[in-house]
């Protein structure tokens, strides 16, 4: 048996392709069926192993409603066989996955699967991407979504699959995990123990992830639970801690076991003994951050000289030595340029060269720093520590799901153009309700090649099919894509009744939510009652929210314009605040009322009545204003004009932003009438990007930078005016941030017919927090049109990174709003 399976593998991995099927609907000579089969692994084989054999045990009972049993040896029934190269199972490591990271292969002949890994992750991920074939979606349980039954399950015979990560770590950060998911955890699980876990564990896994940074207000994840590190190891889970706490110590430690300050200066022998028995204690497989931030996650001192910084990180790795016996590069560390700690790499402090330099976002998704092409490789390579939640300035996030992949692929692909591919870190806060970003995220890890721009529609479908079946997909991703978008322009613990201008872009943005609403309400009246709680969790609760939210805000604005003016709607505008902050809360209880209350809890989240950076205690209403009657202004107009806004109807049309004669010209960056690729650039769309549309960038991104003379890399806009004279050009771009560092920020040039390009930089200088706030940085230019009529706009690639999503030719009369006027329908 032994010879006739390793000669099946040798013949196998001449046909081995990837994303090939495994499941078909129908027996033939071609397949053969699960039923009467046996799972058989070897008792002896890695704990993993044997987990992953009783999960797909589980998966195939929910499916099917078989239960396979599991062995110890290979049956003459059809079998699938699970295991590791040198068990008692006749199981190779071929050289398609031999001392390959997580590298899995399936194959089949006969009546037999097999499933093996590079290591033990790697087997655990070849299981996994059977279950998922299977329609168990990773989400079944923390999602609730429907495993797709089926009365048989048939394998495809003479298949061979093989695949691998491209990123080595791929995982998530548990934080600002208070109060949704610490009173969850606590009232299902007794607090984040094992148990917990045990759960968090395997949705990894099932994403096909592998790295933590465990959950960290008031909890320590060495010191809460002895069970815990044992679970990791049982899981296979890469363990970490976060940017602010070095030696595998939790922060919370501190302040049950520390004594005098956090301060090297002053302490340096009592932390040096906490550092010593963090390493000691956590013998499980890991990456442990060096370096040192202030107590607390706050900066360190403004005197905190590099020397003391590099002196501190010597002191680790030399505990790190002593601790594990081995020389500290033989143990994976990492050193987070996190905030303040960025700039000391910029002036100059350096660690060794063996630890993985973590690089950050701004918190808000915008990378802030990426090693420059040609750089010398480090041996620890580079890594990524993203947000898609966040506790800080200019204001918190939290609540709901505000990511649109657009901007997270169009990031992340420049991590990965630039090398940084060590370790990809994501904070996803409570984990719901990011679902949808922590699954794109992590299977963006695995392969960054595999998706491109134009891929990420594709990916939203097949996201909404794995979830809820192929007849709505297509329907369910657009309302994805849509609400994401929305959500992107404004967090929401930012909006205020300012937010939008009054009248119609208020409406108009309410109006969007409106008749999104509407859609997903009707695509959850169709589904089958098996899908609503899955369906609400991933997509009706974050539109209705979300839509709520928007209205209470709407109406907020449109009563202190009525009150303010004395018109008739003030009062009703009034009322409609209090019954959209009531209907808030009831959108909450409906969601922890899901399933006998599973999820109760899990929208804790205060998100209303922000007046700083940090959450309020408790929600908090807008204020509002009522008219006595008798000091109502006598304005019918207005009055027949405002009651039909009174109740945010949904169906307001027209352009509203669009203001014809001589005032301007507004163009989607995505509608340029022609484009001029050269020099080995080229310009792609990017889908979805943006606040109003899709947005434009150059591939590869790693170009250098281009003189705007000549054929340069350029798009053009050919536009139609009446009239002649000075004009702006505002420019709409994404706020990515200066990552090389460079004097000037990264720069575009633009120009107006034939004369000569301005060179404009988006981010040498200006408010961060408010590009941050508002996601977008508009940049303006000086420009004359010489006579009315035909004019061609040249927008100029000088670096790259620069996503450019509207062109707005200002005459100066376009009035200044929020999202910015829409497209003019141009004469082409």
Known sequence: MKRIISSLIACMLATCCYAQSIITDRLSDASFSLAGAVICVDPADDPLVLQSASWLQQDIEMVTGMKLPVVSSIPATPAIIIGSPG????????????NKWEAYLIQSTGNQLIITGSDKRGTAHGVFELSGQLGVSPWYWWADVPVKKKTSVFIKKNISITDAPKVKYRGIFINDEAPALANWSREKFGGFNHRFYEKVFELLLRLKGNYIWPAMWGNAFYDDDPLNITTAEKYGIVIGTSHHEPMMRAHDEWRRYGTGQWNYDSNSTRLKAFWHSGVQRAVNEK??????RGDGDEPMSEKTATTLLERIVADQRQIITEVTGKPASETPQLWALYKEVQDYYDKGMRVPDDVTLLLCDDNWGNIRRLPRPGENKRKGGYGIYYHFDYVGGPRNYKWINTNSIARVWEQMHLAWAYNAREIWIVNAGDIKPMEFPISFFLDYAWNPENTGPADLQRYTKKWAADQFGDKYAKDIAAIITAYTTF????????????????????????NDYNNLLKKAETINSQLPAAYHSAYFQLVLHPVRASANLNAMYYNVALNREAYKNKWPGTNAYADNVKRF?????????????????????????????????????QQKMPEVQYLSPHVVTERRTQEARDSKRANIPAGITGNIF????????????????????SNGISWKVLPGHGRTGSAITTFPVTAAAQQPVGNAPRVEYDFYTYSKGDVSINAYCSPTLNFHNSENGLQYAVSIDDEAPQIISINKEGNRDKWVAENIIIRSSKHQLLAPGKHTLKYWMVDSGVVLQKLVLDSGNIKKTYLGPPETILNR
């Open 287 to 292: 990456i442990i951050t060096i370096g040192m």
């Open 658 to 677: 669009y203001e014809a004669g001589e005032k301007g010209v507004s163009i989607a960056a995505a509608h340029f009438t022609r484009a001029v690729h």
């Open 87 to 98: 068990t008692s199972l006749p199981i190779t490591s071929p050289g398609k996955i031999k």
């Open 581 to 617: 902050y009531l209907e808030d809360s009831l959108i909450t209880m409906a969601y922890h009322q899901l399933n006998n209350g599973k999820w109760n809890h899990m929208m804790d989240q205060v998100h209303i009545g922000y007046t700083s950076w940090q959450q309020p205690l």
């Open 487 to 510: 959500n992107a322009r404004r967090k929401p613990e930012l909006l205020d009744a300012n937010t939008y201008s009054l009248p119609d872009e208020w409406a108009a943005v309410v």
